[in-house]
Structures are given as structure tokens and as C-alpha cells.
């Protein structure tokens, strides 16, 4: 028995597969993790006043304001790849969204005159987590300067599907599907009478490098930069180092435990165009490249960890 769920948030489709005898049960447990994820978009949307993102947003450059262990976990996660990564994943990166065209027509509810504009911050970017203070024993949130706006679209869909996930295997089901905008994609088990569930990613970047993944019991993140263009032509990964959009002809791919690591980590890898060496080794990477491929042509740089589900 099959059993499909779906719900839009988060400014794409999530989908549910689940698998199993018990049809009303599999669409009970589907759908009580279709609220979670419809929960976290409540909560981590910038686009919704009421929202714990929005509350940071609008008033820690003033004072420092409290956030559930949720929302403190999903940051904490967030300066750990910003750390790891020397700063090519950026949770602050909020204003250089919205200047480069990527929160069009809605509202992002930020604090200062200029959210998130270069002449807020004090190297004339505009951006930067350096400025935010992470109190886990008060549980507050403060910012150093005004201008820095939280913005966590390039974590929160992972982050969401942990937490969906977590209802799934709480549960007892043992084989489902879980993922948003088929970007972010949790594997729990695999499907009957298979060694994995199969995700063919297809063509991305700037040339044709197809392959796909085998993925049992894990997380996943696929991401492009020309997935998403604003109407003046720049990618939706922003350089958080250079305020400038990342390269459109970069792709990658990233496999893990968790998918909130997995969404920070890709977007870092297309910023970076390679794996640094201080991406933890547990987490696996590919990168496709320009000369990846027998050093010929476009091609993907495949990590050690990554090779046993990276098929091409």
C-alpha cells in the first residue's frame, strides 16, 4: 500500500510517499507530519509578521529576543556551516534577497531603516552572521548592528523535513519518501523489494550531467543556482562573502543524516564551486564542474563519503 500526501509551503510543494499495510494509518501519521511541515513555515517564513523569523528580525538589533529551542537549534546549525564553510553559507543573508530581486512583492519584515542594505554593516556589505549573537543558555537572539536580516530559505525545507521525518519513524513506518520542491529529500528505509529509493537529478547547471541517487535512511540536497532567476537574471544563491550571486553554471549535490545540514551545506558548495576541506568528511558532496569529468568538459567531483549513492 501506497499512500501520497502534499501541501504547499515554504514557497514550493512538499510531497509524502509512504508505504505500508494500513492505508487510514499511513494517512494519519502523512498527515500529522503535514502539519509540521505547515508548523515550521508558520514559524520560519520572513514573509509572515507573526512568524519567530520575523520577531528576530523586527526588533534584535534593540534588544535581544527570545526564540523557542526549535528555532535556536535550526541557527545553531546555521553558524556552524557559516563557520565551516568561512562564510559561503550565510543564515543573515536576508537584505542581499531581497535587493537581488528574490522576495518579490511581499514584505520582509526586517529591523533598521535599510534592512539588510551595504551601508548597514560594517564592511559596507549589507550581510553577515558575525553580527548575530546566539544566547542558547537565555535563549535569545540579538544583533550587533542594524540592517542584518535573518533569512533561512536555504536551510528551512531541510529543516522541516527532519521534523516531519521524525513523526514518520516515531511512527513505525519503515519505507517512505519525503521531499520539498524535489530539492530536499529525506529517505527513510527504502521501497518495497528495492535497495534504495532512486532520484534521478536530470540536468543541472550548465551542462547535461545526469545521474541520480540511491538513498536508504538519509537526507539529501540538490541545488542549482538557475533553478530560480529573478527577473533581472541573477540566481537565487547569493555570495554572502561578495553581496553578488553565485554562478549560475555551478550545481551540487549533498547526502547526510540530517537535511538541514544537507540544504546549508549545498548552498555553500554552489557558492564555493568545490568541497572545502573543512566540510565534515561524514557529510557527502558532489559538485559538478567544468572540469570534473577526466578533466575534459562538465562533469561531477564526487566526495569519498558520497560514492556509495551517487550513481552516473
Not at 534588544?63 to 526549535?70: A, R, W
Not at 562564510?87 to 511581499?106: C, I, N, S
Not at 561524514?282 to 559538478?288: C, D, K, M, P, T
Request: glycine share 16%; proline share 4%.
Amino acid at each position: 500500500m501506497i499512500v501520497r500526501l502534499a501541501v504547499e509551503a515554504m514557497g514550493t510543494r512538499f510531497e509524502l510517499v509512504l508505504c505500508g499495510e494500513d492505508e487510514f494509518f499511513l494517512r494519519a501519521v502523512g498527515e500529522e507530519a503535514v502539519e509540521a511541515i505547515e508548523e515550521e513555515h508558520r514559524r520560519l517564513s520572513v514573509f509572515e509578521a507573526g512568524s519567530q523569523v520575523s520577531r528576530v528580525n523586527a526588533g534584535a538589533a534593540g534588544q535581544p529576543v527570545g526564540v523557542d529551542c526549535d528555532l535556536m537549534e535550526l541557527l545553531v546549525i546555521g553558524e556552524r556551516v557559516w563557520e565551516e564553510s568561512g562564510g559561503a553559507f550565510d543564515p543573515a543573508v536576508g537584505g542581499l534577497m531581497q535587493k537581488w530581486g528574490h522576495r518579490g512583492g511581499g514584505e520582509i519584515h526586517s529591523t533598521g531603516d535599510n534592512p539588510g542594505g551595504r551601508d548597514a554593516h560594517p564592511t559596507g556589505r549589507g550581510v553577515g552572521f558575525a553580527g548575530v549573537v546566539l544566547d542558547q543558555e537565555a535563549g535569545t537572539v540579538a544583533f550587533d548592528w542594524p540592517g542584518i536580516g535573518i533569512d533561512l530559505g536555504g536551510v528551512a525545507k531541510g529543516y522541516s523535513l527532519d521534523k516531519a521525518a521524525a513523526i514518520v519513524r516515531e511512527a513505525g513506518v519503515e519505507s517512505a519518501l519525503l521531499h520539498g520542491g524535489t530539492s530536499s529529500i529525506v529517505a527513510i528505509g527504502s521501497p518495497p523489494g528495492a535497495e534504495g529509493w532512486r532520484v534521478r537529478l536530470g540536468s543541472l547547471g550548465e551542462a547535461e550531467a545526469p545521474a541520480e541517487l540511491l538513498l536508504r535512511d538519509m537526507a539529501a540536497s540538490v541545488s542549482a543556482p538557475d533553478g530560480r532567476v529573478s527577473d533581472g537574471g541573477a540566481g537565487h544563491i547569493i555570495d554572502p562573502r561578495t553581496g553578488e550571486p553565485a554562478p549560475l553554471t555551478r550545481a551540487a549535490v549533498v547526502c547526510g543524516q540530517s537535511g538541514a545540514m544537507a540544504d546549508a551545506w549545498v548552498t555553500a558548495l554552489v557558492v564555493l564551486g568545490a568541497r572545502p576541506d573543512t566540510m565534515p568528511s561524514e557529510i557527502g558532496s558532489a559538485v559538478l564542474t567544468a572540469g570534473g569529468r577526466e578533466c575534459g568538459g562538465w562533469g561531477w567531483v564526487v566526495s569519498h563519503s558520497m560514492a556509495s549513492v551517487f550513481v552516473q
